[in-house]
């Protein structure tokens, strides 16, 4: 995972002032401006399409926040990302959550694509519709028909860095993304082929959301998969 070094300087500044350590538990900064100012520095309000540094605003706050939960207890690795979540406690993380979820800046531009024009229809094909005979469920099924993701605990697809998505689907493939159990996406991720990962990205890259898109109150249940994160998916939340 690259890490731009010339930041470094500055949010170790800004973490040193925002993250409670252990022994400053006692004086955690009480304004959420102190709180997620140490989180503008990598998420920002107008994200440029830094290659791994993920869109957080607008996304569903049940989401967010089962994200932040999944770094605190290791389901995730990034090791900043962890180190700064480590010592937080729930309702911190929560309010974190809602904050991010209620901001809606304007939408990033496409990423152009060099993947040649089989392989976006493939990526295409297998959002909008899926492959029955790989047993791979339309990302739309859960993520909405817009990919504008789905109130609480689905993030939309839309506005990612085409690396980020390559990336995340690579890790839940490998097992070093996990999400509360059952692990829907690690089933969807297990059966895209590489080349299916690459396409899927690549398509999801070229994709505009359109400036009013926001997460769906709902969506059909039973979704195609169990998805512990997912209230009403029928599933349990993990440990
Ligand atoms: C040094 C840069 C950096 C800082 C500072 C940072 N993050 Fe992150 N964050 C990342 C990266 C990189 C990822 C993606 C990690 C991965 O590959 O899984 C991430 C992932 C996330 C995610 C998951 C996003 C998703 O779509 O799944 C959330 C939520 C998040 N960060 C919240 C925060 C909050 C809240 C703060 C402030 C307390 C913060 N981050 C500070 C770099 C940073
Ligand atoms: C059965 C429902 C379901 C289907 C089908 C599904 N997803 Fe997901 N997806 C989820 C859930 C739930 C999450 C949130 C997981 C978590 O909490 O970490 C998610 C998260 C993701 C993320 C992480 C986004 C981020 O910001 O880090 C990506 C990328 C993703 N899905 C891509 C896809 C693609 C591509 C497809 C189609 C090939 C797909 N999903 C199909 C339920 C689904």
């Known amino acids: 995972m690259r890490l731009p070094i010339a930041r470094l300087p500055f949010l170790l500044v800004g973490m040193a002032l925002v993250l409670p350590g252990p022994a400053m538990a006692a004086t955690l900064p009480d304004s959420l401006e102190q709180r997620i100012k140490a989180c503008t520095a990598c998420h920002a309000q107008q994200e440029k399409h830094d290659a791994f540094f993920p869109r957080i605003a607008g996304k569903p706050a049940g989401y967010l926040y089962n994200q932040l939960l999944n ?49 976006l229809a493939r990526g295409k094909q297998l959002v909008l519709t899926g492959d029955s005979g790989k047993k791979i469920p339309a990302c739309i099924a859960c993520h909405g028909q817009q990919l504008a993701g789905v109130a609480p605990a689905i993030p939309g697809l839309l506005g990612l860095p085409r690396d980020y998505i390559n990336a995340q689907l690579g890790a839940w493939k490998n097992g070093i993304r996990r999400a509360h159990a059952p692990d829907c996406m690690a089933q969807v991720a297990q059966r895209l082929s590489d080349a299916d990962v690459g396409a899927v990205s690549a398509w999801l890259g070229t994709q505009v959301a359109s400036a009013d898109a926001r997460p769906g109150a709902s969506i059909a249940l039973p979704l195609p998969l169990h998805c512990g994160g997912v209230p009403g998916s029928g599933a349990q939340v993990a440990p």
Do not use: C, K, W
């Open 71 to 119: 770094f605190r207890e290791g389901r995730r690795q990034y090791p900043l990302m962890n180190y700064m979540v480590e010592h937080l406690p729930d309702a911190y993380l929560r309010e974190i959550a809602d904050y991010f979820a209620g901001q809606h800046p304007a939408p990033p531009p496409a990423q152009p694509s060099g993947a040649g024009t089989a392989a």
